[in-house]
Each structure stands twice: as C-alpha cells, then as structure tokens.
C-alpha cells in the first residue's frame, strides 16, 4: 500500500474550494483517493443552482463513488475534505464503506465562520462521534491545515 501524503491531498481538495466559490457555489470540495494515491472524483457542493440542503460535497461524492465503483476499491479509499464531514457526510462515507476520512476545517471552527447562515446551519458533531456509532472503523485524521481551508471562507457567509 502506498504511503499517502495527507498534507498535499488534502490541499487538492483545498484548492477545489476555491474553484467551487468561484463558480459561485459554497466553498466546500472533497476527492475521493484511491490507495494507490491516484485521484478518482472530484466533487464541490452541489447546492447551486437548486438550493439543494442535501447537496454537500461528501454526500453527492459517496453517492457518485458507491454506484460506480467496486466495493473492494472503496474500503481501501481516503476522502479529502476541505470541512470535517457533517453527520448525513460521515453517514454516507459510513454507508460507503471507506476506510478514512483527511479533513481540514473542523465543524466547531466552520460553526463559528458562518454563524446561523441560513444555508449552512452547521451541526456541531464530530464525524468521530458518529463513526464510532458504527460496528466498523473509519480512520479520521484532522483537522490538517486548518487555516488554509478556513482562508476560502473568509467573507463568503457575511457576504452571501
């Protein structure tokens, strides 16, 4: 098995942030890695244009991710994730059968960058918290690079 270098994976999904606030969705991205390091999907938020409140990048790629790939690939996967993975994210990454999850923004820290934005009423739970409710593993590293990821929201929830 490839040794995976978490810091400049987990700056892809960074980086795909950014490109979905530029395309004028929420600044949330996430890639799913395969073991081998090899990027298989890409996905930012899906909430634009239908205000989907379902549509978190995670969600959408483990949606994606579990109807088109082997399950024996996806339990040797890693998801990227700018933000830690809220509950229904960590449910479906649960559902998918990964084994781990790299994240950057925590969602204490992200609760405290949007507030009570009407779209995003964050929910304060570690994905941990809901992974252990589980009968198997998944491996959480983070928060990595918190401030980065935190650096693409800055004024976007002021601002929207």
């Not at 995976?4 to 980086?15: F, M």
């Not at 929420?26 to 298989?40: E, K, Q, S």
């Amino acid at each position: 098995m490839t040794e995976l270098d978490h810091a400049a994976l987990l700056r892809l999904a960074i980086e795909e942030s950014r490109k979905a606030r530029a395309a004028g969705n929420h600044p949330f991205a996430c890639i799913l890695v395969g073991p081998d390091g090899t990027v298989l999907m890409t996905q930012h938020n899906a909430f634009m244009p239908d205000h989907d409140m379902t549509g978190h990048a995670e969600r959408v790629l483990m949606t994606r991710a579990s109807t088109t790939l082997p399950h024996e690939l996806l339990k040797d996967c890693t998801i990227y994730t700018s933000a830690e993975p809220c509950a229904m994210c960590a449910g479906a990454i649960y559902w998918t059968g990964l084994k781990r999850v790299v994240f950057g923004l925590t969602e204490r820290a992200l609760k405290e960058i949007t507030g009570n934005h009407p779209e995003n009423p964050t929910l304060d739970l570690p994905c941990e918290v809901v992974f252990a409710a589980g009968q198997r593993k998944v491996e959480v590293i983070g928060p990595m690079l918190e401030d980065e990821a935190a650096a693409v929201h800055e004024g976007f929830w002021s601002a929207s």
